[in-house]
Structure formats: structure tokens, C-alpha cells
């Protein structure tokens, strides 16, 4: 995929014109918390020849590097668009575009009062098997939330979610939440398998759709007309929800990475 990155066309020269493929992370482009494979990289590339591409996961980029990119390649040069926090850092073509931050929509004494119910409320939950650590990831767009800690194994990720799909304690957490925050304009999702991630209204996956929309203001700009979207958690909760069922994105729902590439062959021939 570096290879042929070096010789891929500009965006306004690619053969199916208009036309923008944005995919989800985990479980879409790669296993959760997992690397994509060769075969999927060279997917993707051959796709960059023919429109524009680019992924838009809740993750922070430091996770999509690791999942995506590799040691000697930046994940932004892989991608034409890169949105990390659903879009709240982003990257096009390589270089940042403008970001905004959580804490200075929501203020440091909201969040601090946020974040203090998330630890008290975490810490009276005895029934969770283990607790880890980083109950509370603080990112630029969001914040992410786990009862079990963000720094569990694998091992310990797989035990927690299969716990939690019966307990439900994310679920009753949010809950929760939204009972003590309920005028903090906040969205709670639970996209992942071990923490639900905390953002603005409106912060969702389809708050990346500005930045592709405003490609058109560009001199030699693409108006992107055709702007495809797959993605796995795409029913009503999930947190792909939001994009796949904009009026403004064509959604595909997946059941993995491989039928991520099942589609894209149909759909594209690659
Ligand atoms: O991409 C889905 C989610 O992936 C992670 O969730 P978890 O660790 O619970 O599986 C997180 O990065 C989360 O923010 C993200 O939405």
C-alpha cells in the first residue's frame, strides 16, 4: 500500500468521479483493537485509484496508527482522509485540518463534575470481575469511559464483554448519566467492547461529513456527491447509526473486515 500511495492520482483525477468511500475501524477495516491485514491494505489501495477513501473511527489516532499504519508508514499518508474521534481531529492528504476540543465546549467544571460521578460511580461497582486502570480516557474530541480500564489484556477485554452483555453495567451507567447530566447536551455510545465513549450532541461519526463536504470551497475542489459509508454497528444505538443513516452517505452495513472486502467487490471491483 506505501508503494503505490506514492503513485496514487489526486483526488480531483480519480476514475469514478464524486465519489468518497469512508469506512469504520474496528470490526469494518481490522478485528477490535487489532492490525488490518495485507489483503485488506491492498484492498484499500487498489480503491485509492479509483475514488477517494478515508476512515473515520471514535478511536484517538495513536490506535488507528497502530492498527492501520505501521512503524516506517504514517497511517495518514494511507488514507485521503483520516478522521480520528469521529472526525474531531482530522487529516486530509496528510496534513491536519482544524480541531475542537471537548473540554472547551464543555467547560472544566462541568467535566471535572463529569468525571468525578464516572470514578465514584465505577468504584461502588463490586460486580465488575477486574478492574485495570485508565477508567477515564481524556481525548481531544471526547471522552472515553471503561468500568474495566482502558490498560485490561485482551484477555481481559474478551472476559469483561462477555460479563457485560448479560450485567449490562454500561449500559445501566449511561443510564445513570443521563439522569445526573441530563442538561449537559451530552451522547452517550457504547461503540466498542469495553467503554462507552462521552461527546457533544451532534459530535457523532457524521459530524467527519463537514470536512468532506467542504472540499468543494477548494480551488480544483471535488464536490463529493457520492460519499459511501461501512460500517458494523450500524442499527439504532450503535455507534455508526448516526452516518449510516445520514441522508447524505449511501450505508453499507458489514459483519467484518472480510465482508468489508466482500462488498467492495461488488461494489467497486476491487
Ligand atoms: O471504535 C469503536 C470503539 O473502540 C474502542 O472501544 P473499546 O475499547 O471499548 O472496544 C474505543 O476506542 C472507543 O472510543 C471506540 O468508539
Redesign the pocket.
Known amino acids: 500500500m506505501a508503494q503505490a500511495a506514492t503513485v496514487i492520482p489526486a483526488l480531483n483525477e480519480r476514475p469514478i468521479k464524486n465519489t468518497i468511500c469512508l469506512f469504520d475501524?474496528?470490526e469494518t477495516l481490522t478485528p477490535?483493537?487489532r492490525s488490518a491485514t495485507p489483503e485488506m491494505l491492498q484492498t484499500l489501495s487498489a480503491l485509492r485509484h479509483k475514488v477517494a477513501i478515508g476512515f473515520v473511527?471514535?478511536?484517538n489516532l495513536v490506535?488507528q496508527q497502530e492498527q492501520l499504519g505501521a512503524p516506517s508508514i504514517p497511517v495518514t499518508s494511507l488514507f485521503d482522509f483520516c478522521f480520528a474521534e469521529n472526525g474531531l481531529v482530522a487529516y486530509r492528504m496528510g496534513e491536519p485540518l482544524a480541531s475542537h476540543s471537548f473540554i472547551g465546549w464543555l467547560g472544566e467544571e462541568k467535566y471535572k463534575k463529569l468525571v468525578n460521578f464516572c470514578l465514584r460511580w465505577i468504584a461502588d461497582c463490586d460486580e465488575v470481575p477486574v478492574k485495570r486502570g485508565t477508567f477515564v480516557e481524556f481525548r481531544n474530541g471526547m471522552v472515553?469511559v471503561?468500568p474495566v480500564g482502558r490498560n485490561a489484556s485482551m484477555e481481559e477485554r474478551a472476559q469483561f464483554e462477555e460479563f457485560d452483555n448479560k450485567a449490562e453495567v454500561r449500559k445501566r451507567m449511561v443510564e445513570a448519566l443521563r439522569k445526573e447530566f441530563p442538561d449537559y447536551g451530552l451522547t452517550f455510545s457504547i461503540?466498542?467492547?469495553?467503554?462507552f465513549?462521552v461527546f457533544p450532541r451532534g459530535w457523532d461519526k457524521t459530524y467527519c461529513l463537514q470536512h468532506v463536504l467542504a472540499e468543494k470551497e477548494r480551488p480544483d475542489g471535488v464536490d463529493y456527491k457520492t460519499i459511501h459509508f461501512f460500517g458494523d454497528k450500524t442499527s439504532e444505538g450503535g455507534?455508526d447509526w448516526e452516518i449510516f443513516s445520514d441522508p447524505r452517505t449511501i450505508g453499507h452495513s458489514v459483519t467484518g473486515p472480510e465482508d468489508t472486502m466482500k462488498q467492495l467487490k461488488e461494489v467497486f471491483g476491487v
Open positions: 475501524v474496528d477490535a483493537r473511527g471514535g478511536s490506535k472515553n471503561s461503540g466498542g467492547k469495553i467503554s465513549d455507534n
